[in-house]
T-cell receptor, first 113, second 114 residues
């Protein structure tokens, strides 16, 4: 069984401020973790993913996430928010032998000029 | 261009009138899936297919049917739509399942059932 919890359905940051979106997961097998972004009126696109190896993962548009097994977390960060980062972000988990990718409920990021 | 296409993009229909939403991918992917997205609920999986002729229920399959007769196509069928199926629907595909494989999403189909 697997599940994802995203803390905060809506996060607002000022332009240039740190972005931190939280994701905690549960999985009965070693997880593969993903962050997807959805811009208004569009489908989802992959930001980054953790498979194995290095726990700090870099993605597109300056985002990165760190896999912390002891905390069952995979938080997404970006040092300096840009107006174009305003979107909804989804954390997702799957694992070896699973036929499903389980999504969190999403966090909508607003960037204030 | 590698992509997942869905049609139609927007659909307004009435209760009980059968409809089909098509999904096609050109990446030779084994795995395909349908999700619905509702405010505050995120994406929930309706059905998935591991390969041709192999499909299984996701978390919210009631009221939906699927078929996978060809590798590239995975249509979603609503035989008797009801208002609670008003939602935004996404089709996705990936190389396989249960591994570090990115899912590629279509642009979405916004369905309204009155």
């Amino acid at each position: 069984a697997q599940s994802v919890t995203q803390l905060g359905s809506h996060v607002s940051v000022s332009e240039g401020a740190l972005v931190l979106l939280r994701c905690n997961y549960s999985s009965s097998v070693p997880p593969y973790l993903f962050w997807y972004v959805q811009y208004p009126n569009q489908g989802l696109q992959l930001l980054l993913k953790y498979t194995t190896g290095a726990t700090l993962v870099k993605g597109i548009n300056g985002f990165e996430a760190e896999f912390k097994k002891s905390e069952t977390s995979f938080h997404l960060t970006k040092p300096s928010a840009h107006m174009s980062d305003a979107a909804e972000y989804f954390c997702a988990v799957t694992g070896a032998g699973s036929y499903q990718l389980t999504f969190g409920k999403g966090t909508k990021l607003s960037v204030i000029p | 261009e590698a992509q997942v296409t869905q049609n139609p993009r927007y659909l307004i229909t009435v209760t009980g009138k059968k409809l089909t939403v098509t999904c096609s991918q050109n990446m030779n992917h084994e795995y395909m899936s349908w999700y619905r997205q509702d405010p505050g609920l995120g994406l929930r999986q309706i059905y998935y297919s591991m390969n041709v002729e192999v499909t299984d229920k996701g978390d919210v399959p009631e009221g939906y049917k699927v078929s996978r007769k060809e590798k590239r196509n995975f249509p979603l069928i609503l035989e008797s739509p009801s208002p609670n199926q008003t939602s935004l629907y996404f089709c996705a595909s990936s190389l396989s399942s249960g591994g570090p494989y990115e899912q590629y999403f279509g642009p979405g189909t916004r369905l309204t059932v009155t």
